[in-house]
């Protein structure tokens, strides 16, 4: 008898680490690569003792044949994975906004590693990210993406398969408004950008002898990092805001 409790214990301990640790190996801050592996990996069995007792009531009983364990288990991971990956897409927006900044601001070869992306990116980019996951943590913003998980076993109740319509239209969903907030956020920059490009367009055709590149690109920077300055404040909220709304779409009370 004891055996046999032991036993569904263990299966039942590994499907709901299945998802769990799935999405702890994405999710901001949690997932980063500069997080070492057993880390995360003591990060997840923590958290999957943790919700255990809560969630184990929604895991199915053990199927009789080993081919359905891994079906289940592989619908737990692809879970994990797409609530992990939905959870990154929120943070590209910052990556795509700095991007953009770079670019009208003369800093576009101004290249440096993005801890949150885990290759070389633009230097406004890897720093509004790296102030974003900052941030997830100073405001509690974890707590959602924890509360998250335990609460989409209600959602996605394990057994019935990955809801690959839904994941699909959430993920584009979130792309295009994670594309359009991180526009947004690169706008101030972008319009004055704009401006002074077209003012070094026509100094270069009224005075052809200046040398309006090496004259201009300073100023470029210097309005660039100010506009940025002055904006950063807001362009946070912007993002926390989405950040909790999407996030919170997987939370039972919302």
């Known amino acids: ?24 190996m994405l999710l901001p801050g949690f997932g980063e690569i500069g997080v070492p592996v057993r880390v995360r ?17 929604t895991i199915p009983a ?19 994975i ?25 800093l576009a070869s101004a ?30 913003m974890h707590h959602v993406m924890l509360m998250g998980l335990v609460d989409s076993y209600v959602l996605f109740v394990p057994g019935q398969g990955f809801p690959v319509g839904d994941f699909s239209e959430m993920a584009a969903r979130v792309v295009a408004d994670s594309f ?19 003012s070094m367009g026509l100094m270069a055709r009224l005075m052809p002898q200046i040398q309006v590149f090496f004259i201009a690109l300073p100023l470029q920077i210097l309005v660039g990092f100010s506009i940025l300055a002055i904006t950063i404040g807001v362009s946070m909220i912007v993002f926390l805001d989405h950040f909790e709304t999407v996030m919170g779409g997987f939370l039972r009370t919302s």
Do not use: H, K, W
Request: glycine share 10%; proline share 4%.
């Open 1 to 24: 008898m004891l055996e046999r409790l032991l036993v569904a214990d263990v299966y039942l301990f590994m499907m709901i680490f299945a998802r769990l640790g799935s999405a702890m």
């Open 41 to 57: 990996l003591l990060l997840a069995i923590t958290v999957t003792f943790l919700v255990f007792p809560i969630v184990s009531a």
């Open 62 to 80: 053990t199927p009789p044949i080993l081919s359905e364990l891994f079906v289940l288990l592989g619908g737990e991971i692809l879970i994990g």
């Open 82 to 106: 797409a609530i992990g990956a939905i959870a990154r897409l929120l943070l590209s927006m910052l990556q795509v906004g700095g991007t953009i900044i770079a670019f009208n601001s003369g």
């Open 111 to 140: 290249q440096l590693f993005d801890p949150t992306a885990g290759q070389q990116g633009a230097i406004t980019g890897a720093f509004l990210a790296t102030i974003g996951v900052t941030l997830l943590f100073v405001t509690n």
């Open 180 to 198: 359009r907030l991180g526009l947004q956020i690169a706008l101030p920059v972008l319009v004055v950008g704009m401006l002074i490009y077209v």
